[in-house]
Antibody
Framework: QVRLVESGGGVVQPGRSLRLSCAASGFTFSSSGMHWVRQAPGKGLEWVAVVSYDGSNKYYADSVKGRFTISRDNSKNTLYLQMNSLRVEDTAVYYC??????????WGQGTLVTVSS | AIQMTQSPSSLSASVGDRVTITCRASQGIRNDLGWYQQKPGKAPKLLISAASSLQSGIPSRFSGSRSGTDFTLTISSLQPEDFATYYCLQDYNYPLTFGGGTKVEIK
């Protein structure tokens, strides 16, 4: 059973940084690509970033490129999202998700990030 | 980036109704599309991958199809537990892009 548990969300001021983590279990983490997807309050889903199974390939949404960094530690079965230069419009629930080929398949429960002064 | 235009944005339907939701891609994406269901306060759930492949454990009243760059999610007989918001997602290339969502409400 795939289990994904996000942590690290909270309230942060604009311009500051935050790092999200996602602990994975129930599947072979080191063989799976992983995504981050976010959802602003009352809005639709927005894909954020993906990392390949070995960390060698990464892609980002234009809205976060240059500010966010996705990474993984396969020895710890953990996915990360380093978020720098945060903006009010980054306020959202952030979900980590397992990739099936490129598609977003299994999702965590999400962690809320609020960017506010 | 590929744009996914989803329609309608909302609909009202009754239990037992047949419901159809459409996503149109701004360019060809082969069959590289998934459909998701999201209930309030919950994470989305993958219903269909590769345009028409039903995921394990998903009821057979859900189906997906493709005609060119138009993709359709059909619920053959709406059940009370199906009232939710539905999204499509193209995974043809990066950046992945979602449709705007369709909220299915009780009539």
């Amino acid at each position: 059973q795939v289990r994904l548990v996000e942590s690290g969300g909270g309230v942060v001021q604009p311009g500051r940084s935050l790092r999200l983590s996602c602990a994975a279990s129930g599947f072979t983490f080191s063989s799976s690509g992983m995504h981050w997807v976010r959802q602003a309050p009352g809005k639709g889903l927005e894909w954020v970033a993906v990392v390949s199974y070995d960390g060698s390939n990464k892609y980002y949404a234009d809205s976060v490129k240059g500010r966010f960094t996705i990474s993984r530690d396969n020895s710890k079965n953990t996915l990360y999202l380093q978020m720098n230069s945060l903006r009010v419009e980054d306020t959202a629930v952030y979900y980590c998700a397992k990739a099936e080929q490129q598609l977003v398949s299994s999702w965590g429960q999400g962690t809320l990030v609020t960017v506010s002064s | 980036a590929i744009q996914m235009t989803q329609s309608p944005s909302s609909l009202s339907a009754s239990v037992g109704d047949r419901v159809t939701i459409t996503c149109r891609a701004s360019q060809g994406i082969r069959n590289d599309l998934g459909w998701y269901q999201q209930k309030p306060g919950k994470a989305p759930k993958l219903l269909i991958s590769a345009a028409s492949s039903l995921q394990s454990g998903i009821p057979s009243r859900f189906s997906g199809s493709r005609s060119g760059t138009d993709f359709t999610l059909t619920i053959s007989s709406l059940q009370p537990e199906d009232f939710a918001t539905y999204y499509c997602l193209q995974d043809y290339n990066y950046p992945l892009t979602f449709g705007g969502g369709t909220k299915v409400e009780i009539k």
